[in-house]
């Protein structure tokens, strides 16, 4: 079965508020160090980042169309920093990268 996989980033303040909202909708929450994981009943798979280095991310995003939504992503430029920081953090989500 192919999921289909979310990865973002909110504010510290409103972290505990996100994850609630998620929950209410039906996702079940797995907390880790530096993130949060939501699986919901079916395919989507959601992963919150706690982090502080994903902080300027937003102010970067760019829009692109993901499944057929128009949303802002990451830029290729934060992306590759993020994918670069899985190599260097010891224990960090290797199945992201």
């Known amino acids: ?3 289909q996989d979310v990865f973002f ?3 510290n303040d409103t972290i ?3 994850a609630s909202m998620l929950g209410n909708e039906g996702f079940k929450a797995e907390t880790f160090k530096w993130s949060i994981n939501f699986k919901e009943y079916y395919r989507v798979s959601i992963q919150l980042s706690t982090e502080d280095f994903y902080r ?3 102010a970067r ?3 692109a169309d993901v499944h057929g939504t128009l949303l802002r992503v990451s830029s290729l430029e934060d992306t590759l ?3 670069l920081k899985l190599e260097v953090i010891p224990g960090a989500d290797k199945v992201s990268k």
Request: glycine residues 6%.
């Open 61 to 63: 995003a760019v829009p």
């Open 9 to 11: 980033v909110v504010l």
């Open 56 to 58: 300027s991310f937003p």
């Open 16 to 18: 505990n508020r996100t």
């Open 81 to 83: 920093a993020g994918k």
């Open 1 to 3: 079965m192919v999921t």
